[in-house]
């Protein structure tokens, strides 16, 4: 068994309040929760109002298929039209 995760950085430059951020993070956790079946929360920044860390894990047999997977959450997060992909770490291990 591989446990992955991803630690993504993203800008939210339209944000003016917490509830503007937390209305843009809600919907991006809700989409990568269900698209790709990864375990996703707001871990840091929680109360800065431009900037969104977030933690992503994801389990699976294959060292390959957990980190595609993350890979293809961070491609996902770089084409997101409201929040600017800052960057992002990957790390996978037994």
Request: hydrophobic share 45%; aromatic share 4%; charged share 30%.
């Amino acid at each position: 068994m591989f446990v992955g995760s991803l630690r993504a950085r993203l800008l939210l430059r339209a944000s003016r309040t917490l509830k503007d951020k937390r209305q843009v993070v809600r919907s991006i956790l809700d989409r990568l929760r269900n698209s790709f079946n990864v375990a996703a929360a707001e871990v840091d920044t929680l109360d800065d109002v431009k900037v969104v860390t977030l933690g992503i894990a994801a389990v699976g047999p294959e060292h390959a298929g957990v980190k595609g997977v993350l890979q293809e959450i961070a491609e996902a997060l770089r084409a997101h039209p409201v929040a600017e992909y800052l960057d992002g770490e990957i790390e996978v291990g037994r």
